[in-house]
């Protein structure tokens, strides 16, 4: 028995100013921009129109917001994207929002579902502000989704989506409902076999019928697996099937998720593959079909790094545009002989998806869908409504900066040049920044250089077979890699701040550079990661609150005076046959692992303070032959762990130099004669003991704390004022 209720349910307004909405800078003409929309939990944008107005209404969902666990999202803009309101509707548990169209009379529709008794279909009718007219809710006592809704010829609305249990299966099957202008139901009809079925889009035909598109579900009778295919039903006025079609392999999983009728008759609709011809590898296609939909023609695209297709538009060229995602919101034109025009892509370094898509009346494309890249709230994984203006290629702005070969800076005109040296005058936000020219100095003369979002989108300054460049006094900030070293040699980067960046600085197959005086603090990945390099000295250092402090692989270099602290994993990790480095004067505290290293020989860790770290040095695989010596080991849980798994023999090392070893707190020794050497060895393992421990705590004159105490204030100090100073500009970001 299919049932029909009202539902009266609370909506709240909120202002503008009190979402945290991040625009990024963009150009004066406006023709593009990404702007991200969100609060402290997730927030996902679900459908996009261009409003009557020239201006746009995205549709989501919010947990950010609103009177529930998540709650349908209105958001309108003007025709440059800025919001001019939002409003949110639901009650005390959950509702997700799925389609939204403008309706005759200006006003909006809204559909998806909510959890009142059991899942229903809701459609929620507004006037044109986003206040609600009426709501009415359709569904049994357990699990129905509208995912799609049209404003029938009549002036009612038609919702489609899944239903459950009305089938003698159980498992869900495809549902049209078809109300007056009201949301009272006019009627509805179910369609499905015994496995799972499901619409995912709706559209009304020039008959007056109406056409949907899903998947099907079926065991395969040669594998028994349960595989999916396209489906296509088309119906009469009053929902009664007429046919149906599938689409797919045969033998993978495919679906489709968006509906064109074809002014010649017949339809268009795109079919998302898993596992197809090649070797497993997914791909999509494009099926066009005549008017009983039989196939016309079809185009396969063999793509490894598309995942999701939501979104198919016709364009004024008689093309098409679709949007989804490959770990970054993707848009891709095809003509009207199916060839590939173009492929775009926006998003960082994160997961960020696109929901749907529509041409816009300047010609230009406009997406939305969710983006962990650009999440405003401070969860790693977390999600913003994505929306994105393009133009008529695809473009978004993208802001890509130089110091070019020639001297000149292209990009932004926030750097002062005065011979060598290049000085910020603002704060700038950046894509990507390429530097391109040696012997010079960049001063970021206490600005930053950030990305976009909270955590890692954009790379700041990428020193690609760069010699002699020096980096200072500027902060860095929400860049997936602030500064990238690539076969590079004798550079300087000093007396800056590294903070809530993916990873600080990457460094690989470079030689004789210097990182020193900086602090880096609440990195995401890492702090400092360099490969196959030598001869680097990175030397008094704050390197606290990361994911990870350093990482190491490279022979020759010397790591000192260093503060390498609170880390959330390792402190410093020397690895991948990393030989002949030294290791001195750092203090290694508070840290699962103060020293991991792994497959190592040969290095020199000396003159080190590692203490109350849950493992104070741990070895890994095959690690011999290295000598430490002179260090303070000092209430760490297991001074030292020696894993021999995937070792082909044992790990063999050096505990002492010139008759003296380390200092161990808990050695239980006797020194008879005081001469400042325990009388018996300090056993590690049966292969390893220090057999000339110190009974002293042993002192290190090169490198006093309080040499390092001001650079600790001073630095902590500007990473304070500087967090201080983006909480308050949080709420409202400017354009550029």
């Known amino acids: 028995m299919i049932k029909q209720k009202q539902l009266f349910l609370s909506f709240v307004f909120l202002s503008a100013l009190s979402i945290s909405l991040f625009a990024f800078p963009v150009n004066a003409s406006q023709t593009g921009w990404k702007k991200a929309y969100g609060g402290a939990s997730d927030d996902y944008g679900t459908d996009l129109i261009e409003t009557a107005d020239g201006g746009f209404a995205i549709l989501g969902y919010t947990e950010s917001f609103g009177a529930g666990k998540s709650d349908f999202w209105l958001i309108k803009t003007d025709s440059n994207g800025n919001m001019e309101w939002n409003k949110t509707y639901g009650g005390p548990d959950v509702d997700f929002a799925h389609s939204l169209i403008q309706t005759s009379d200006g006003g909006y529709a809204l559909a998806g579902s909510t959890r009142f008794s059991g899942e229903d279909f809701w459609l929620v009718k507004t006037d044109a502000y986003g206040n609600m007219e009426w709501n009415q809710t359709y569904g049994g006592e357990k699990h129905e989704v509208a995912y799609d809704l049209v404003e029938a010829s009549d002036g009612g609305y038609a919702l489609a989506g899944e239903v459950d249990p009305f089938t003698l299966s159980g498992e869900p099957d495809c549902w049209l409902v078809k109300t007056d202008e009201f949301g009272n139901m006019e009627w509805n009809q179910t369609y499905g076999g015994e496995e799972h079925d499901s619409v995912s889009s709706l ?35 009053n929902g009664i099937m007429e046919w149906n079609q599938t689409y797919g392999t045969g033998y993978s999983n495919d679906n489709s998720r968006s509906l064109l009728e074809r002014p010649d008759g017949g339809y268009v609709l795109p079919v998302m593959m898993e596992m197809v011809v090649q070797d497993g590898v997914d791909g999509f296609g494009i099926v066009k079909t005549d008017e009983v939909g039989n196939v016309d023609w079809s185009k396969t695209y063999l793509e490894t790094w598309v995942s999701e297709l939501n979104s198919l538009i016709r364009t004024s060229d008689g093309g098409y545009v679709v949007t989804g995602w490959a770990a970054r919101l993707l848009l891709i034109k095809i003509d009207v002989q199916g060839n590939v025009e173009w492929t775009r ?10 929901a749907s898509v529509v041409e816009t009346s300047d010609g230009g494309f406009a997406a939305v869908g969710n983006t962990a890249s650009y999440a405003t709230d401070y969860d790693l994984y977390g999600s913003d409504v994505f929306f994105v203006k393009t133009d ?21 005109d926030k750097i002062q040049k005065n011979g060598n040296v290049y000085t910020f005058t603002d704060d700038i936000f950046v894509d990507y920044f390429s530097v391109e020219l040696d012997n010079i100095i960049i001063d970021g003369n206490g600005y930053s250089l950030s990305g976009y979002g909270v955590y890692g989108a954009g790379t700041g300054f990428d020193l690609t077979d760069r010699h002699n460049v020096t980096i200072k006094n500027t902060t860095f900030h929400n860049l997936s890699t602030a500064i990238r070293l690539q076969d590079s040699f004798f550079n300087n980067i000093t007396e800056n701040v590294f903070t809530e960046n993916l990873e600080a600085i990457s460094m690989s197959d470079s030689y004789d550079n210097v990182i020193s005086g900086n602090i880096f603090q609440g990195n995401i990945r890492i702090a400092i990661d360099f490969f196959a390099g030598a001869h680097n000295m990175i030397s008094e250092n704050i390197i606290t609150d990361n994911k990870e402090g350093i990482q190491m692989f490279g022979s020759h270099n010397t790591i000192a005076r260093n503060v390498i602290a609170n880390n959330t994993d390792n402190g410093f990790v020397v690895r991948d046959s990393s030989q002949y480095n030294f290791i001195r004067e750092n203090t290694i505290a508070n840290q699962p692992y103060g020293i991991h290293i792994t497959h190592s020989t040969y290095n020199d860790i000396f003159w080190n303070n590692i203490t109350d770290n849950v493992v104070g040095m741990y ?36 505990w002492e ?37 110190l009974v002293k705590y042993y002192s290190i004159p090169e490198f006093p704390l309080w040499t390092i ?20 500009t949080s709420q409202s970001r400017p354009s550029y």
């Open 657 to 693: 130099d010139s008759g003296e070893g380390n200092y161990w707190s808990n050695y239980n020794g006797t020194d008879g004669n005081s001469d400042g050497i325990g009388d018996s060895p300090y056993i590690i393992d049966e292969n390893n003991q220090d057999n000339n421990p």
């Open 345 to 354: 892509q926006y998003g960082g370094a994160r997961v960020d998806k696109g």
């Open 392 to 412: 008529a290629q695809g473009w978004a702005p993208y802001f890509y900066m130089r110091i070019k070969e020639d001297g000149t800076v292209e990009g932004t």
């Open 203 to 237: 559209i009304q035909t020039s008959d007056g019928g109406y056409a949907l598109v899903g998947e099907t579900t079926a065991r395969n009778s040669s594998t028994n697996l349960i595989q999916s295919d396209s489906l296509l039903i088309k119906t009469d006025s």
């Open 709 to 728: 105490l001001p650079l600790l204030i001073t630095t902590t100090l500007a990473a304070v004022i500087y967090r201080k100073r983006l909480g308050n």
């Open 619 to 654: 070895f890994y695989k095959y690690s011999s032959n290295n000598t430490i010596y002179s260090n303070n080991f000092v209430n760490n849980e297991q001074q030292i762990v020696i894993n021999l798994e995937y070792a082909t023999q044992g790990s063999i090392n050096t």
